[in-house]
Structures are given as structure tokens and as C-alpha cells.
């Protein structure tokens, strides 16, 4: 219950998010993202997502390159519900995110992944898969390569 508390704060406002981060929450997350209960790693992903909002909170979660090298390894999981919680995390970072966070997180295997999602993976899956390339596009799309 305390994680769905959790969870419900970080659906607030963006003030409550970054209270909630500044307050040392990714450091828990980073620990409870690999509990061999399924259920506790689903209420950690979707309270990722919730998280993901702002250019500010995606710096601070790619502080943690443990969380995002779990959040790809569910990603590649079996795990349905898991899996389309991480993709809403991947599609807010891609919407939200700086080119400097997606370049951080999106690495040779994420590709791979979604290609897989996208070929063989639940309709929902490939929906959100899908919106995380469109916002993905869109941000690379602002960036000038010199």
C-alpha cells in the first residue's frame, strides 16, 4: 500500500513530484526495481512513469543507470503488465526528456526491443511503442547536427 501512496503523490502536481525526489526516493527505487515480487517491480515501474515528467526529474533518474538497465531487461521480459509500464516510462522520457537524457538511455539493444514489441508484442504495447518513436522523433528532430 505505501508504494501505491507513493505512486498516487507522484500522479500530483510537478511540485509534489520533485518533493518526492529531492526527498531521496530513486536510492529505494533502485533497490526495489529487482524484488523478486512482481507485483512491488509493477508499482515501481508505474510510479517511474508518474515520475518521468519534466526535463529536471529525467536528469536525476539517468543518475541512476542501474534503474535503466532494469527498466531494459523488464522491457525484454515476458512481464505484460511490467513491460507496458516501462514502456510508458521510455515514451515520457522521450516526450519530456533533454537529447542529452534519450541519448543516455536509448542505447543498440532499446531498438531491438521495440522492433520485437513492435512485430510480435500486445496491441497496447505496440500503441505506447509507437508514441515513444513519434516523441523520440520529435525531439532528435529539434536538435541541429553540425
Not at 536528469?59 to 505484460?80: G, R, V
Not at 514502456?87 to 542529452?100: A, Y
Request: charged share 25%; net charge negative; hydrophobic share 40%.
Amino acid at each position: 500500500p505505501a508504494l501505491r501512496v507513493i505512486g498516487n503523490i507522484l500522479l500530483g502536481s510537478q511540485e509534489q513530484c520533485e518533493y518526492v525526489l529531492e526527498n531521496g526516493i530513486l536510492p529505494y527505487y533502485d533497490e526495489l526495481i529487482k524484488h523478486p515480487n512482481k507485483a512491488i517491480q509493477r508499482e515501481i515501474c508505474w510510479s517511474i512513469s508518474n515520475l518521468v515528467t519534466s526535463q529536471k526529474v529525467i536528469e536525476e533518474l539517468i543518475q541512476f543507470p542501474d534503474i535503466i538497465k532494469t527498466l531494459m531487461k523488464i522491457l525484454e521480459s515476458e512481464a505484460i503488465d511490467l513491460r507496458q509500464e516501462v514502456l510508458w516510462t521510455f515514451r515520457n522520457i522521450f516526450k519530456n526528456g533533454s537529447i542529452n537524457a534519450i541519448d543516455q538511455v536509448v542505447n543498440g539493444d532499446f531498438f531491438e526491443i521495440i522492433k520485437s514489441i513492435l512485430q510480435e508484442g500486445h496491441h497496447d504495447h505496440k500503441c505506447i511503442a509507437l508514441e515513444a518513436i513519434y516523441y523520440l522523433l520529435e525531439t532528435t528532430r529539434t536538435v541541429s547536427y553540425t
